[in-house]
Structure formats: C-alpha cells, structure tokens
C-alpha cells in the first residue's frame, strides 16, 4: 500500500518561513522523482517544485529564490523549505511521487500565510 504523508503545514505571517516534508512508504522512493504541488482557492493546481530521482530540481517562477526542495532517501521524505512567504503562496500543498505509469498524490497539508 503507497502511502504519501504531508506535515509541516500551518498558519505564518508574510515573510516567515515553513518546511513541508511528505514521507513516503509502499515504494522504493530512490527510484522516483518527487514533486509538489499548490492548489488555491478557485485556482487550478500548479507545479511548484520538482527533483529528480538524481537530484535536478525545477522551481515555478513564483517561487524562485524562495524555495528549496530536497530529499533524503535514506528518509524516504522529501521536503520543501519555504521562505520569505507571501500571501499569495496561501494554498493547499500536496506531494507527488511518479515513475513511468505510476503515479501517486499525499492528502496535502494546508499553508496560510497572513499578510
């Protein structure tokens, strides 16, 4: 049974910062690329951060500079730090693990940043 599980979520002021972790189980994370993903409010979800199984990473405009996304597979988690937040980051944040044909979502975690 796969299993993504997003923490780090939370309530900060503009300019604070958050780590999000998603700790995966039921595959073999080294081989996977993992990203994450927003959804706003009345928006549709966006890509906001990606590493490959080797490590590359790709970062939405809106957040370079910003973000950092990292993993330990040793963990089985990858991460997002966050800093420097705004209110237009508020959103739900959900992690995705995908190889080939396979492609899995956590339940995501809630990021709301007051400004």
């Known amino acids: 049974q796969v299993q993504l599980v997003e923490s780090g979520g939370g309530l900060v002021q503009a300019g604070g910062s958050l780590r999000l972790s998603c700790a995966a189980s039921g595959i073999d994370f080294s081989i996977y690329d993992m990203a994450w993903y927003r959804q706003a409010p009345g928006k549709q979800r966006e890509l906001v951060a990606d590493?490959?199984?080797?490590?590359?990473?790709n970062y939405a405009d809106s957040v370079k500079g910003r973000f950092t996304i990292s993993r330990d597979n040793a963990k089985n988690t990858v991460y997002l730090q966050m800093n420097s937040l705004k209110p237009e980051d508020t959103a739900v944040y959900s992690c995705?693990?995908?190889?080939?044909?396979?492609?899995?979502w956590g339940q995501g975690t809630q990021v709301t940043v007051s400004s």
């Open positions: 590493i490959t199984r080797s490590g590359s990473t």
């Open positions: 995705n693990g995908r190889r080939r044909w396979y492609n899995y």
